[in-house]
């Protein structure tokens, strides 16, 4: 079972920068496409972005494609997002998991989340 702990999250200005962290145990990590998803008040918890094992491939939903940064450091099993130019619709709650495609794949391992708020 992987136990998944985001941080990082926080209040931050429109057009600032926030870096969000996803620490995972378990060895099968070093293998596994990852990804960040977010969930606004009201609404469904949507994907953000995906990195591949070797951090070789990303992609990113249209809302933070050019704004946000996935990457990964296998060492320290450990999956970053790198949010700039913040917008107020980018506050939600953020997660991990791992994922196929643009969906989650672990339904039992979502972790507590990180809230990022964005003021106008």
């Known amino acids: 079972q992987v136990e998944l702990v985001e941080s990082g999250g926080g209040l931050v200005q429109a057009g600032g920068s926030l870096r969000l962290s996803c620490a995972a145990s378990?060895?099968?990590?070093?293998?596994?496409?990852m990804g960040w998803f977010r969930q606004a008040p009201g609404k469904e918890r949507e994907f953000v972005a995906t990195?591949?094992?070797?951090?070789?491939?990303?992609d990113y939903a249209n809302s933070a494609r050019g704004r946000f940064t996935i990457s990964r450091d296998n060492a320290k099993n450990t999956v970053y997002l790198q949010m700039n130019s913040l917008k107020p619709e980018d506050t939600a709650v953020y997660y991990c998991?791992?994922?196929?495609?643009?969906?989650?794949?672990?339904?039992?391992?979502w972790g507590q989340g990180t809230q990022v708020t964005v003021s106008s």
């Open positions: 998991n791992s994922v196929l495609g643009h969906q989650a794949m672990c339904d039992t391992c």
């Open positions: 378990g060895r099968t990590f070093r293998l596994a496409t």
């Open positions: 990195i591949n094992w070797s951090g070789g491939i990303t």
